[in-house]
């Protein structure tokens, strides 16, 4: 917890008010600079998946693995949402967006992001389950909490020191 020390009640007065003008700013950066731990892990858990060429599947297989143009494509498509604020606090989202970069007969724009991201993650009928975000998330929850704190405590003293 950062620790202030003042003369005068003035200068508390300024102090309280300048937090507080700067209070969503600095509740925004935090949560930022936490999610970009995250997703630095995620791409990194993303680059680790084993790839191999596309091919047909017999008789009730599934893949265990992506091409490497579908690896490349979700760490690409891999971004943070905009920070809102809402009524329980400050919040985003990591996610995927977009399409793949091989349009097929059923997905003419491409393959989506988000569906191939949660067929690897959750498995499908012609997917093996291989949890690559919730290894990530499990991985880096505390450095993202330490992450936070520390922006957090920064940006305070940056504010009150103006």
Known sequence: MARVTVDGLAEISKKITALGEAGDAIGKMAVYDGADVIADEIRKQINMLPEDKDRYLVGGEQYNVVTPQD????????????????????????????????????????????????????????????????????????????????????????????
């Open 71 to 162: 690896k490349q494509d979700l760490a690409n498509s891999l971004g943070i949402a905009r920070i809102e604020r809402t009524a329980k606090g400050i919040r985003t989202v990591i996610g995927f967006a977009g399409y793949g970069s091989r349009p097929t007969k059923k997905y003419p724009k491409g393959l989506p992001m988000a569906l191939l991201a949660r067929s690897i993650e959750s498995g499908s009928s012609v997917r093996a389950k291989r949890p690559f975000i919730r290894r990530a998330v499990n991985a880096k929850r505390k450095a993202a909490e330490q992450k936070m704190i520390e922006t957090g405590e920064r940006l305070i003293q940056q504010t009150l020191n103006e």
